[in-house]
């Protein structure tokens, strides 16, 4: 069994910043890409951040600049550093993991989400 556990969340002024973070932990033998997505009341879920195994990096047009995301491939995290927070930022932010549970087996796993919230 795999588990996520996000944090990070919260309260901050349009202009701040905030870093997330997301730890898988259980058994597997191995962590593949790690991708945040968020999602606004009353819209989709969209794609923000994704990392490579070896740290290739790709972003939504909407953050390019101001969100980075890294990975501790020895602690099994991963992490988005949010900077220049706009109110339109405002989601859950969810992380993603695919891991290999067995030699020929992969699964994806979802954090359980963390509420960033941008305003005045």
């Known amino acids: 069994q795999v588990q996520l556990v996000e944090s990070g969340g919260g309260l901050v002024q349009p202009g701040g910043s905030l870093r997330l973070s997301c730890a898988a932990s259980g058994s597997f033998f191995s962590i593949g890409a790690m991708t945040w997505y968020r999602q606004a009341p009353g819209k989709e879920r969209e794609l923000v951040a994704s990392i490579t195994p070896d740290s290739s990096t790709s972003y939504a047009d909407s953050v390019k600049g101001r969100f980075t995301i890294s990975r501790d491939n020895a602690k099994n995290t991963v992490y988005m550093q949010m900077n220049a927070l706009k109110a339109e930022d405002t989601a859950a932010y969810y992380c993603?993991?695919?891991?290999?549970?067995?030699?020929?087996?992969?699964?994806?796993?979802w954090g359980q989400g963390t509420q960033v919230t941008v305003s005045s």
């Open positions: 993603n993991v695919v891991v290999r549970v067995q030699l020929t087996t992969y699964r994806h796993y």
